[in-house]
């Protein structure tokens, strides 16, 4: 039994208990060596027997303790003391991003933005370092006293084998914020993170979340199955691009989301440009050269390409009645016969 005052591995004197989860306690607790107060991450006894488990459990821990971001909770130290096992990181004081979005039932959009362009931060900074997430969701969201975001559990998800689950009974608690292709059980990539952060970003603007069954299998099939509810109809003033980011987001087809968390954190707003992209399949003989109207990365599409304009408009008028387009842009590395991944300029 661990109480307050109870030392771990002769370096941590545990102070409270933060919170109790599914797989875990979280306690606060100070570091002997120097005094500093971390968040003790203590594994429940019914996954400490699982050696397979905690093989994968302690090599995650031991991934994720090398990567160091102003977004991501910081992992110091992991290991055991007889069957505790136990992962010290950064304490985050303040409330995860659940607790925040009940407390103002929902988020303005621009509040919204800045915390997935956050999240979207310390996805591509662990993506490039071979880490995915997997379980991206408000409570792993953590808020600072300032406001900023710390995403926690890097990796964790994924020593949680399904086999770990189903042995030991446990259900997942995040599946609401499962990708389609997690509730499959398929291959897992880094989309999955731009999936469960779509669904993130749902449940912040319109205060409730995409896909909710009358079970957890329920739910998971309505992920794989069902198409998602416009954001605006929840929140009518929602503005319209930050409806084609989530909708985008939320793509049943990894291929047609985002194809990276930069990607996503670009379509967040910029100064004087408004925008969001998505794939569009165009009618035969859509041209497969460039556009003539090039500006930086982008290629503007003008006369030539009135279909791209065309496909665009009617591709997004099916996920949208009413669209105030200004302007299209298709990137040129991204045409392909049949499809163009588009941006669209919405004022
Ligand atoms: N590093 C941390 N600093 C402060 N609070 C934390 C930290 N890590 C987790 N917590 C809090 O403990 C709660 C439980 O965490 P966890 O056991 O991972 O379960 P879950 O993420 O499913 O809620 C989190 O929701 C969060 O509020
Ligand atoms: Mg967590």
Known sequence: MIAAGSMVAGRYEILDRISEGGMATVFRARRLEDGGIVALKILREQFAS???????????????????????????DSGADGNVHFIAMEYVEGENLKEYIRRHSRLEAPRALEIAAQVCDALEYAHAHGIVHRDIKPQNILLTREGRVKVTDFGIARAMSSATITQTGTVLGSVQYLSPEQARGAAVGPS??????????FEMVTGTLPFEGDSP???ALAHVNQTPPPPRGLAPALPVRVEG???????????????TPGEMRQATPRKGIEASFFTCSTPRGFPSSRPPFTAGRWSFSR?????????ATASFAMTRPVCPLSGVATRPDSFTARSARVFLITT
């Open 217 to 219: 299998i329920a739910t």
């Open 303 to 311: 006369a030539k390409s009135a279909s791209t304009l065309a496909a």
């Open 50 to 76: 699982d050696v397979e488990f905690i093989t994968r459990f302690e090599r995650e821990a031991r991934a994720v303790s090398e990567l160091i971001h102003p977004h991501m909770v910081r992992v110091y």
């Open 192 to 201: 999955t993170d731009i999936y469960s952060l779509g669904v993130v970003l």
């Open 245 to 259: 980011i989530i909708l985008f987001a939320l793509a049943k087809s990894p291929s047609r989301r985002y194809r």
